[in-house]
């Protein structure tokens, strides 16, 4: 499968993990940029090979290059609604995360990207010996 998937782009339909796990999208370029090798709805384009995949490009590129942490959230937000519309990858599944901790630990709230734990770490605290509560976060 990987390799018509990779090599050959012999296939309609393959369900496969693409890894990641990260918040931001940079890590994600090459399968968000047409000409990217993990692009596997029109693998490794010289152009775009659709305007909606020319707009993912652009919105991409922006993206990466804005300091702005609002803007560059209502850039991929439009990416993300371009591949709502579009559905040229389907995602199916989410990691189910366990996660254990002593009664004392505060404001633990997991996540399902990595670190499950630590996203929040400035806001986690130890409440002190003896003043456990029974079922409290």
Avoid: F
Wanted: aromatic share 6%.
């Amino acid at each position: 499968m990987a390799d018509r998937v990779l090599n050959s782009h012999q296939y309609e339909a393959a369900v496969m993990g693409l890894g990641g796990g990260d918040a931001d999208p940079n890590p994600e370029m090459n399968v968000w940029l047409s000409g990217g090798a993990m692009h596997l709805w029109h693998p490794e384009q010289k152009q775009p090979a659709t305007a909606w995949e020319a707009e993912l490009d652009k919105l991409m590129h922006q993206q990466a290059e804005e300091l702005d942490p609002r803007k560059r959230k209502r850039l991929y937000d439009r990416v993300q609604e371009i591949e709502e519309e579009q559905l040229p990858i389907i995602c199916l599944a989410s990691p189910h995360v366990l996660v254990a901790a002593n009664s004392r630990v505060r404001n633990l709230r997991p996540a399902i990207l990595d670190h499950y734990t630590l996203w929040n770490a400035e806001e986690i605290y130890l409440e002190p010996d003896g003043k456990e509560r029974k079922g409290g976060r």
